[in-house]
């Protein structure tokens, strides 16, 4: 699958909801969906404000993200970054979206964590506990360690989801995803940009461990062991292909440098 497809394409046609920004930020992602052959492919925006228009990048985190899970070997939402037109509130806006198929397979339905945590807790557990009695131990360690990486903000319970087959009695939690809160998401300026600490401890929605990213690594007890692959110099270039047209230069280099330096940082912890 092509990940950037830069030719604009039409999307006027598509309805999108709105739905507000679980972290409490300012702002509104918009949604839509539709069935190319049978098969149902959802697409997102990024953040939209009714005065100032698409002023967001948070489906260009979705795509670094992507691809830096597929360097650590870890299993994902896939997502295309796809340049288009489209419609909203009867206005044209050029920008670039996110596309995504559905992850549930046939016969599944979908539980957010939280409420299947509330729902099938036998005791006074707590949320990590829970999981690594189910035997998602391994999953929600490597969860922990990218969400650190990327410094992810919005990992509440509904962004956790178990799937289920009441027929075949199946259950298991779905790849991770929903990565567009992440990265320099509060930049929006160069200014801001330049002033960020790549390596600051923001206070981050948690369903799993503490609102800190940093702290919750405490969590896993063999780090090393998480990820089947390794961040190197050379990935940058993959990270970020065809972006140029999308991000500044200022803005790609920022986000490599968080990436490496976190990487760097978590390799140190390793070692201990």
């Given at each position: 699958m092509?990940?950037?497809?830069?030719?604009?394409?039409?999307f006027?046609?598509?309805k999108?909801?709105?739905?507000?920004?679980s972290?409490?930020t300012?702002?509104?992602?918009?949604?839509s969906?539709?069935?190319?052959?049978?098969?149902?492919?959802?697409?997102?925006?990024s953040?939209?404000?009714?005065?100032k228009?698409i002023?967001g990048?948070?489906c260009v985190?979705e795509?670094?993200?992507?691809?830096?899970?597929?360097?650590l070997?870890?299993?994902?939402l896939?997502?295309?970054?796809?340049h288009?037109?489209?419609?909203?509130?009867?206005m044209v806006y050029?920008?670039?979206?996110?596309?995504?198929?559905?992850f549930?397979?046939r016969?599944?339905?979908?539980t957010?964590?939280?409420?299947?945590?509330?729902v099938n807790?036998?005791g006074n557990?707590?949320?990590?506990?829970?999981c690594?009695?189910?035997?998602?131990?391994?999953?929600?360690?490597t969860?922990i360690?990218?969400?650190?990486?990327?410094?992810?903000r919005?990992r509440?319970?509904a962004?956790?989801?178990?799937?289920?087959?009441?027929?075949?009695?199946s259950?298991?939690?779905?790849p991770?995803?929903?990565h567009?809160?992440?990265?320099?998401?509060?930049?929006?300026?160069?200014e801001?940009?330049?002033k960020?600490?790549?390596?600051?401890?923001?206070?981050?929605?948690?369903?799993?461990?503490?609102?800190?990213?940093?702290d919750?690594?405490n969590?896993?007890?063999n780090?090393?062991?998480?990820?089947?692959?390794?961040l190197?110099?050379q990935?940058k270039e993959?990270?970020?292909r065809?972006?140029?047209?999308v991000?500044?230069r200022?803005?790609i280099?920022?986000?490599w440098e968080?990436?490496?330096?976190?990487?760097?940082?978590y390799?140190?912890?390793?070692?201990l």
């Amino acid at each position: 699958m092509q990940k950037v497809i830069t030719e604009k394409q039409d999307f006027r046609y598509l309805k999108w909801a709105h739905g507000r920004n679980s972290s409490g930020t300012a702002g509104t992602f918009l949604k839509s969906q539709e069935n190319i052959n049978g098969e149902k492919i959802y697409y997102k925006l990024s953040n939209f404000d009714s005065e100032k228009g698409i002023i967001g990048h948070e489906c260009v985190n979705e795509i670094i993200v992507d691809r830096l899970l597929e360097i650590l070997g870890v299993e994902h939402l896939t997502y295309q970054l796809i340049h288009a037109d489209v419609e909203i509130e009867d206005m044209v806006y050029d920008t670039w979206i996110c596309a995504s198929k559905d992850f549930k397979m046939r016969g599944e339905t979908k539980t957010a964590l939280d409420n299947y945590y509330q729902v099938n807790r036998l005791g006074n557990e707590s949320h990590y506990e829970f999981c690594e009695q189910k035997g998602w131990k391994k999953y929600i360690d490597t969860m922990i360690a990218v969400d650190y990486l990327i410094l992810n903000r919005d990992r509440h319970g509904a962004n956790i989801e178990v799937l289920k087959n009441s027929r075949k009695h199946s259950i298991r939690i779905a790849p991770l995803f929903d990565h567009g809160l992440s990265l320099l998401c509060s930049c929006y300026a160069e200014e801001e940009l330049d002033k960020f600490d790549i390596f600051i401890d923001r206070p981050c929605q948690n369903f799993i461990g503490s609102r800190s990213t940093y702290d919750n690594l405490n969590l896993i007890d063999n780090k090393s062991s998480v990820f089947t692959g390794k961040l190197k110099i050379q990935d940058k270039e993959t990270l970020f292909r065809d972006l140029d047209n999308v991000l500044s230069r200022m803005h790609i280099d920022k986000i490599w440098e968080m990436l490496w330096s976190r990487w760097c940082e978590y390799e140190k912890l390793c070692n201990l």
